[in-house]
């Protein structure tokens, strides 16, 4: 909380007092989505629909409709249980309030599936200065979540969640520039899965282990940091940089790096290539294989929570649509990105192998295709 402290501390005296000239709000759009994901046995797909609309020059609202269509038949639900198919319906409103140089969001989304609900509410602040090289921003949100259990009406656990973040962006050059973020969270509750189990060697069971309900602590604490920097090219390309790190109260410790390039062609088309690589190390508590039952007071065995890395390439095309097709609208793309990921964990096990002995199991991975099709109108 010291930490957390600072944070707010440094952006209420940056914010305060500032020189202000006028900005200008974003202007009205409206994006329709599809997206689809398939990997590890898992399918989900969904439409989104965002609008956002201004309200004279200082006020904007918006509004999002999100839709998962879940189907899943992953190893961790295949080793327990059967397939299952759910689905989740998110709803966002937001609105924005600006003042000279200084913009003032506040936001509310709630989400709801049939085992799981959550609320959550957030402000923030972002403000403009010293020539309009600098930008600073700040943010905070709260939720609310309740955790139920399919087939037990009696089951209902509790979770808020807290979110500070903090960034800092600033033009260097007039084709560089640089952000940094630090984020930090608070999760308290009921902070696992109400389904999912670890598994203990058991020389009386057939397959030479037994499964029992995870157990994590209530409290989980986390803080990471990011940079990032992008340098435009003459003509008209770009390059960006990512570097985050992140660490909890759980003994997890994760970093990853990306790198972008985005490469206009002719009038109206805009391509994008990128790499991502992902590394984490496994909380304190996580064990494939437990000696015993009851073997801790705390107890997990979700893969990602175990030490696993992944690599992820992307392809993005997206086409400037002349105004002459869609003459109600003043600009519109068609945006089409494909995103593959390749998933390897170094102490999670494919238990679905029954000819192996029990934590001897080959290494689990698997890999991922997420498609993202979408249409932006500007009106």
């Known amino acids: 909380m010291v930490v957390t402290n600072r944070i707010v501390v440094l952006a209420v005296l940056l914010l305060v007092g500032l020189a202000a000239r006028a900005e200008v709000l974003d202007p009205d759009r409206l994006d329709v989505m599809y997206h689809s ?27 999002n409709y999100y839709v998962d269509m879940v189907s899943s038949a992953s190893i ?24 000279d140089r200084t913009i003032i969001s506040l936001g509310y989304t709630s989400s709801e599936e049939n085992d799981y609900s959550a609320q959550t509410g957030s402000i923030g602040i972002s403000q403009s200065f010293f020539g309009d090289l600098t930008t600073l921003s700040f943010g905070f949100s709260y939720g609310e979540d309740v955790v139920g259990k399919n087939g037990n009406p009696e089951f209902e656990e509790d979770v808020q969640r807290r979110r500070y ?3 800092i962006s600033q033009i260097l050059t007039k084709s560089l520039i640089a952000a940094f973020n630090v984020e930090s969270a608070i999760d308290e509750g009921y902070l696992n899965n109400p389904y999912r189990q670890v598994r203990y060697l058991d020389p009386d069971a057939e397959q030479g282990y037994s499964y029992q309900a995870e157990v994590y ?3 989980r604490n986390s803080d990471a940091a990011s940079i990032r920097a992008m340098y435009f090219l ?3 390309a770009s390059l960006r940089a990512d570097y985050r790190y992140y660490e ?11 790198l972008r390039y985005t490469h206009p062609w002719r009038e109206r088309w805009l391509f994008e290539l990128k790499y991502r690589n992902y590394q984490q ?3 304190d508590f996580y064990s494939d294989l437990f000696p015993y039952q009851n073997a801790q007071n705390f107890m997990a065995r979700d893969k990602e929570l175990s030490e696993y890395q992944s690599d992820n390439i ?21 945006n089409l990105y494909w995103d593959y990921f390749d998933f390897s964990y170094d102490n999670f096990r494919n238990v679905l192998d029954t000819d192996a002995p029990p934590g001897e199991e080959p290494l689990y991975s698997f890999d991922a295709n997420v498609i993202r099709l979408y249409f932006s109108f500007w009106y």
């Open 37 to 63: 994901y398939d990997g590890g046995g898992a399918n989900i797909d969904g439409p989104s629909i965002l609008v956002r609309k201004n309200i004279g020059t200082n006020v904007a609202v918006s509004a």
């Open 234 to 236: 003459p003509y008209r």
């Open 281 to 283: 190390s496994e909380a």
């Open 314 to 334: 992307g392809l993005g095309v997206t086409y400037d649509v002349p105004q002459k097709w869609l003459w109600l609208f003043d600009k519109s793309t068609v």
């Open 165 to 167: 973040q903090l960034n």
């Open 217 to 219: 602590p209530e409290t």
């Open 248 to 258: 909890d109260s759980w003994g997890i410790q994760a970093s990853n790096w990306e």
């Open 76 to 99: 961790d639900v295949l080793a327990t249980a059967s397939e299952y198919s759910e689905k989740r319906t998110e709803y966002s409103l937001g609105t924005e309030y600006l003042h």
